[in-house]
């Protein structure tokens, strides 16, 4: 391809979405009219370093290490994302059993016995919200949820596409968009139907205990038959976020800041796993262990199986936190 501007050749690869020509420095937009793609602005490679160096200056156990610790050059990344704004109704039939505990008098003598009564109750209820979709088909990490969730806390101002992609070494950070808007509705779609079902749960739940009069009561769907209509499903125009990769070595092995690009935010970190983080997971077996031991013993004078129960959720626990100890590595976010 070539310049619109120079006639010059550009170097376009697959993932190219605009290219600033070398010889001219004249944007080509490669996908997409540009005017209907938006990006957020990214601070410079060395306002990203200075926040990541502070970041690391503030961290209680980077920070004494500050000297040992050499950072490399920091990538950027420009991820697209749809913004979907989808709004489902549910129309529900449930069977929902309600147990509660009450008083009753045998000879006089207060006994407290447990109820269950099985109700069944019916309604609707709706769930509404805004889901970024990654306009990607390979999977990714928790830095682009912690990305995402920053940009809902910060709310930047998108820009359009031509007024961020000024520059060769912005341009080239661009990932090319791989979902049409009709497939990332679908996934977003997708991704409510389970919060919209616990949400039928709980309204359901509450309806059967105000149907026994007993708002204390537990509360548990046994089965219920759900139907459910899109009400509004829109989504914005492709977006590109930025996100800037840290990578820092210490001691002979590197990790890797996650940064968002508008504001600096160290939003994921990989740190080493130092002693003192180590003997915090000591403590806290030691801890638990302890009052686990005490449960077991006292369960198993009582009975067998509660007894049984108290070593595998000892097991478990130990296990979990042990395997900490191993990790050369911990993400903090």
């Known amino acids: 391809m070539k310049c619109s501007y120079c006639g010059a050749p550009l170097d376009v690869t697959p993932e190219s979405v605009v ?31 200075r926040k990541a160096v502070d970041r690391t200056r503030r961290d209680f156990n980077l920070g004494r290490r500050l000297s ?45 016995r447990t109820v269950t009564k099985v109700v069944r109750v019916s309604g609707s209820v709706n769930y509404a919200d805004v889901v970024a979709v990654i306009s990607r088909r390979a999977a990714w990490g928790l830095s ?37 808007p009709e497939r990332a509705k679908a996934k977003a779609v997708r991704a409510v139907v389970p919060r919209l079902l616990a949400k039928v749960d709980s309204d359901a739940s509450e309806k059967a205990r105000e149907a026994v009069g007993v708002f204390t009561a537990t509360a548990y769907v046994q089965d219920k038959a759900v139907d459910y209509v ?55 077996i030691a801890l638990i262990g302890g009052g686990l031991g005490g449960l077991l013993s006292t369960a198993l004078m009582y009975d067998l199986i509660a007894g049984g129960v108290a070593t595998a959720l000892g097991g478990i626990v130990t296990y979990a936190l042990a395997g900490n100890l191993l990790k050369p590595r911990r993400v903090e976010a």
Not at 263 to 281: I, M, R
């Open 230 to 284: 899109v009400e509004r499903l829109e989504a914005s125009p492709l977006t590109y976020l930025p996100m800037w990769v840290v990578p820092y070595l210490y001691r002979g092995s590197y990790y890797n800041y996650y940064v968002a690009g508008w504001d600096g935010a160290v939003v994921l970190a990989e740190e080493p796993s130092f002693p003192e983080n180590k003997a915090l997971v000591m403590a806290a």
């Open 19 to 49: 290219v600033v020509c070398k010889y001219c420095g004249a944007p080509n937009f490669i996908a997409g009219n540009p005017s209907k793609i938006l990006a957020v602005p990214t601070l410079s490679s060395s306002e990203i370093l």
């Open 68 to 112: 040992e610790i050499n950072f490399a050059s920091a990538d950027l990344v420009y991820l697209p994302f749809y913004f979907i704004d989808v709004r489902l109704r549910a129309y529900y039939d449930a069977t929902v059993a309600v147990t509660y505990t009450r008083t009753v008098y045998v000879r006089g003598q207060p006994q407290m």
């Open 144 to 180: 682009v949820d912690k990305l995402v969730d920053h940009f809902f806390k910060t709310a930047p101002e998108p820009k359009p596409l031509s007024e961020v992609a000024t520059s060769p070494s912005v341009s080239t950070s661009f990932l090319a968009g791989e979902l049409t």
